[in-house]
Structures are given as structure tokens and as C-alpha cells.
């Protein structure tokens, strides 16, 4: 041990509360940053997740389903996944946070003077990481399938990620709220993600879904994502009509709301049962 | 149970397993509610002001709170970043000169600063206790919680760990507030309170505690102690019994 006498130091924290909570937000974001990028497999993973299901879901039913479309199915499925990635790459990503309960990484969280609105969103934020990542796997992908989108859609679709991968993490908050099991998590993850690609018209349209299957797709948030996302990619175009289903402001009110909504529940069940366990 | 520190005390909290230690612990730090009554800590009411509570503490948990997967310097950076010390950038060198300063003068202290960027998860257990102490002292908390902070370690790390927490004390005037079942480790403290089944038994200083028991050690005035307790409630619990019958 050395006989170096401790100061205190002259710290000048950050004194505004906005800009505390934006600096924690930023910290927790850029720590699953991080972890990602020094794990090269899960950035494989991320890669090779738009390969299975772009270049083999969407490439089969491109093939063999989608003759008697009135529209170009190629850019359909393409902005479909493109939302459907940030959407289920970010909703996986949350399943950390079990991890963190686990390895006690929550009680460092969960005891430092921040809000927990701050943590959860940038736990969002970091899981979106590894989806931003995915989406550059599914335009990788759709160039090899020969679909592609003009710079503005790209750049319109980007200006909505945030909003997308954000609307995906709330809604996963619910689950790792009330699950505190990695294995149990991961597949709670999944029955959320999957049954959302199938009834939010991400690769199969639903323009004429009725009965329960309108029902369930009209509650999901991917749904009203994924049109709001089309809406942007479509507009002027004469498709627009025969791919959008609501009004654009509509998508992204019950985006908004039913995310505020998640945030909320999800934030609430997750403080409440890191400081029960 | 009812009991009150004094702003720079060394205060050991002992008890056997399953006594209610750790529940205490994490009801002061915020971390668990409590049922009922009023805790204040530094001044503050910790349901009302639990922001200002956790702005005045630091904690070593039980079990390690480290990020493994990322470096003990990335760990203390996101620390210090949450408790608002410094804005937050992506690498060691791109913070502000007065971090990085504090970071090494820390790391020096306890003699690690060549694994300062090193894994958590590639250090030994008593390497990452002592990064865990230095990022609880990062925003110089008023009072220091410390469950078992030498659990799992070998006496070298222990010693060492004490020597760090000693040096800590008298230069910050920081407030302790210790479990542990390293008795010895209780020697030097202002007061020892002994906690059996969910109930405060004893509180007072230790050299008090030993002449009371007269032990000759803390740990034999706890071992005593705790023998008699424990003979008492089971002679309660027999009497109990026969008078129900």
C-alpha cells in the first residue's frame, strides 16, 4: 500500500438535473454499447439475424407468395424488416437487464441518484445498438436480393428509429418487470417478438385481416410502427394507398401513446421488484 | 429496532445468519422498502428524499456489483457518471484531466492501478473488491455501507482492504457503517450493536462489550454473548410450550 493521503478532490458535479439525467442516460446507453462491441458474437448475431429472416423467410415468400400483389413486395418486406429488426433486436436486448439483476449490476443502478426513467431509457438506447446494427445486416442483405431504398427513405426511416427501438424496449419492460429468470426472459422476448412479425404486416400484408387476427394486430405497437415507417418510405408514391393502413399521424399518436403507456407500467414493475427481491 | 450514528463513527453492525443484517443494510440504502417506521440518513428521510440519501452514500454490497464484462475503469467512469461527477466520454482519455487524476490517485491507493483497464471478470476476487471500494468512493459519500466487504477474500486482501478503509476514514471523516462476520474486523469500531432474530440485543462500544461479557476479545464476547441468547430463547421457547400445554 502506498502512503499517498486521499483528497477529496474538487469534483463540480453536474449541477442541473436535466443534465444529470441526460449524462446517466448517456452512461448506461454507452455501457451496453460497449459490452457489444467488445463481443464479437453477438455482433455476428446481429448480422446473421436479418440473413435467416430477410434472405430466407422474406426471400421464400418473395419467390413463391407474392404474385398476385398489386405492389412491389420486395420494398414492402424490406421496410418491414428494417422496422422489425430495431423493434425485436431491442425488445432481446432488454433481457440484460436480468442479467444485471443477476450479476447484482442493478443494485449499482438502482442505487445511484438517478431516475429510474433514465436508466430504463438508456438501457433502451444501448439494447438499440446491436438493432441499428441489424438494420445495416438487413439493407446488406436486401442489396444481394436486389431491393433497395432512395437516401431520403433511409434517412426518413432513421429519424424514426429512435422513436421504434425506444416503442420495442418500453414494451419488453413489461415482461422483464414481472420475469426475473434469463431463460423464462428470453422466451417471453420471443412470444412477444414473433407473433408481432406475423400479425403487424412486417412480411405478410394485413390490410385484410379480420376477426381476432385485426383485433391482436390493431393492439400491437409494431403494428402502427411498421405502417408508420411505410407511410414515410411511400409518401408520393402511388403504392402509398395500397401498403398504408392509417393516417400517418394516427401511427405515431398510438405509437406514442401506447409507449409512454409501457414505459410507465414496465418502469414501475421493474423498480418495484429490484427492490422486493 | 431503534438505534442512531454519529457523523464520522465507525459503526459495526454483527450478527449471526439470517439475523436481519443485510435487510437492515439495504432498507438504509434505498435498495429495499421498509415495512414500517422512519429511517434518515446524512439528514434526509429515506422515502421522502431518497435522491438526497443516495447522493450521500456508498455502498459495498455482499455480493460483487462490478460489471464483468467491462474494465475497472470503464466501471468507476459509468459511477461517476451517474452520481454526476463528470460528463460522460467514451474513453479514459477523453475525460476530464480532474477524473483521470482522481481515478489513478485512487487506484494507487490500493495498488492496482496496472489493472485499472484490465477485465473485472479476468481480476481476482480481492482485486475487484478494492476497484468496488474505489468506485463507492468516487463521489466522496458522507456514509459508507460495507456488507461484508471482505467476504471470499485471503488475509493479505483483507488486511489490505482495511488498511484502505482506515486510511478513508481519517482523512475524509467518512461515517461506517459495517456487517460482517470477521469479528475482528469489528475491534476498532466506536460501537458495536449485536443483532439477533430481527431484534437489536446489545449496542455499545466493543471495549465496553468485552468488560460486560468479560471476554477477553469482541469475538468471544459476540460467541458468548450469542450462546446465551440463544439458551435464553430457547428456555422462552419451552416455556412457552409448556404453558400452552
Not at chain 1, 421464400?60 to 428494417?82: E, P, S, W
Not at chain 1, 427501438?165 to 413489461?174: E, H, N, W
Not at chain 2, 438504509?28 to 439528514?43: C, D, E, F, Q, W
Request: net charge negative; with cysteine; aromatic share 6%.
Amino acid at each position: 500500500m502506498s502512503s499517498i493521503t486521499l483528497t477529496a478532490g474538487a469534483v463540480r458535479p453536474i449541477t442541473s438535473r436535466a443534465a444529470r439525467e441526460l449524462n446517466a442516460v448517456v452512461a448506461v446507453a454507452a455501457r451496453d454499447i460497449t459490452i457489444t462491441l467488445k463481443s464479437p458474437a453477438t455482433l455476428v448475431m446481429s448480422l446473421v439475424m436479418p440473413l435467416l429472416m430477410m434472405g430466407m423467410i422474406g426471400g421464400n415468400l418473395m419467390q413463391n407468395m407474392a404474385g398476385g400483389l398489386d405492389f412491389n413486395f420486395g420494398t414492402f418486406m424490406l421496410v418491414g424488416m428494417l422496422i422489425n429488426m430495431l423493434f425485436m433486436m431491442t425488445t432481446m436486448g432488454m433481457v440484460t437487464l436480468v442479467d444485471d439483476s443477476d450479476d447484482n449490476y442493478s443494485a449499482e443502478l438502482l442505487v445511484s441518484p438517478v431516475s429510474r426513467y433514465s436508466i430504463v431509457i438508456g438501457k433502451i438506447l444501448g439494447s438499440s445498438f446491436m438493432a441499428i446494427v441489424s438494420c445495416l445486416g438487413v439493407l446488406v442483405v436486401g442489396l444481394v436480393m436486389g431491393i433497395t431504398l432512395a437516401p431520403w427513405q433511409l434517412l426518413g426511416l432513421l429519424a424514426l428509429a429512435p422513436l421504434m427501438c425506444l416503442s420495442g424496449g418500453a414494451l419488453a419492460m413489461i415482461v422483464m418487470g414481472v420475469i426475473k429468470s434469463n431463460k423464462l426472459a428470453n422466451m417471453a422476448v420471443m412470444m412477444i417478438t414473433m407473433p408481432q412479425m406475423f400479425l403487424s404486416g412486417v412480411i405478410i400484408p394485413i390490410g385484410n385481416s379480420s376477426g381476432v387476427l385485426m383485433v391482436l394486430s390493431r393492439i400491437l405497437p409494431m403494428t402502427y410502427c411498421v405502417d408508420l415507417g411505410r407511410a414515410v418510405v411511400y409518401a408520393g408514391s402511388p403504392d402509398f394507398d395500397s401498403v398504408v393502413l392509417f393516417n400517418p399521424m394516427v401511427s405515431l399518436v398510438a405509437i406514442i401513446t401506447l409507449t409512454v403507456l409501457c414505459l410507465i407500467v414496465g418502469t414501475y414493475l421493474y423498480a418495484r421488484s429490484e427492490k422486493n427481491r | 429496532m431503534s438505534f442512531s450514528v454519529a457523523e464520522g463513527e465507525f459503526f459495526a453492525f454483527l450478527g449471526p445468519n439470517g439475523a436481519g443484517k443485510t435487510t437492515t443494510i439495504s432498507i438504509l440504502t434505498t435498495t429495499l422498502s421498509k415495512t414500517s417506521g422512519t429511517v434518515r440518513i446524512a439528514g434526509y428521510d429515506i422515502e421522502e428524499q431518497d435522491r438526497q440519501v443516495r447522493e450521500n452514500i456508498g455502498v459495498i454490497a455482499q455480493r460483487p456489483s462490478l460489471d464483468k464484462s467491462l474494465s475497472a475503469e470503464e466501471n468507476i467512469r459509468i459511477h461517476a457518471c451517474l452520481y454526476g461527477l463528470y460528463g460522460y466520454r467514451p474513453t479514459f482519455r477523453m475525460m476530464p484531466a480532474e477524473y483521470r487524476d482522481r481515478v489513478e490517485q485512487l487506484a494507487d491507493v490500493v495498488g492496482m492501478r496496472e489493472s485499472l483497464f484490465t477485465k473485472v471478470g479476468k481480476l481476482s476476487g480481492g482485486m475487484a473488491r478494492k476497484f468496488e471500494v474505489v468506485r463507492s468512493l468516487m463521489h466522496t459519500p458522507h456514509v459508507l455501507f460495507l456488507d461484508e466487504p471482505t467476504q471470499g477474500l485471503d488475509a493479505v486482501a483483507r488486511h489490505d482492504l482495511w488498511d484502505y478503509l482506515d486510511r478513508v476514514r481519517r482523512d475524509w471523516g467518512t461515517t461506517v457503517f459495517l456487517t460482517t462476520h470477521y469479528i475482528d474486523e469489528a475491534e476498532s469500531a466506536d460501537t458495536v450493536c449485536l443483532i439477533n432474530r430481527g431484534r437489536i440485543a446489545l449496542c455499545c462500544p466493543p471495549e465496553e462489550m468485552k468488560r460486560s461479557l468479560g471476554a477477553d476479545t469482541l469475538e468471544d464476547a459476540y460467541v458468548d454473548f450469542l450462546r446465551r441468547d440463544g439458551a435464553d430463547h430457547l428456555d422462552a421457547l419451552e416455556l412457552g410450550r409448556e404453558t400452552a400445554a
